[in-house]
């Protein structure tokens, strides 16, 4: 079992896109059904967290980065099998081109 870390940016990231979802498109059941999505890929990553593909980009593929596709949130991650963590550093939205902003 891996131990799970989450970013200050994550967690920003995350209210923001709650807060978005809930509030400017006024849909607090959607906003809801997407934080349970999340949750259960931070499950999914303390349990396998290889279950996810590595990011296409050669640099980030190089720095080890993976990705989990949530809807149409990207969220990005790192892990060190010797500790056994996973980091998650941010989410995108999908279009976003996060391969910049990494």
Known sequence: ?????VTELANEDLDNIIS????????PMAAATFLDEVERCCG???????????CHDV???????????INNYVLVYKMDEMTKV?????LFYGV???????
Request: proline fraction near 2%; glycine fraction near 2%.
């Open 44 to 54: 999914f990553l303390k349990s396998n967290p290889f279950m996810y593909e590595r």
């Open 59 to 69: 640099r980030l593929e190089a720095d080890g980065y993976r990705k989990a596709t």
């Open 1 to 5: 079992m891996y131990r799970l870390v």
């Open 86 to 90: 996973v980091i998650i550093y941010r």
């Open 20 to 27: 978005y979802i809930a509030l400017q498109l006024d849909n």
């Open 96 to 102: 976003q081109n996060y391969i910049l902003l990494i």
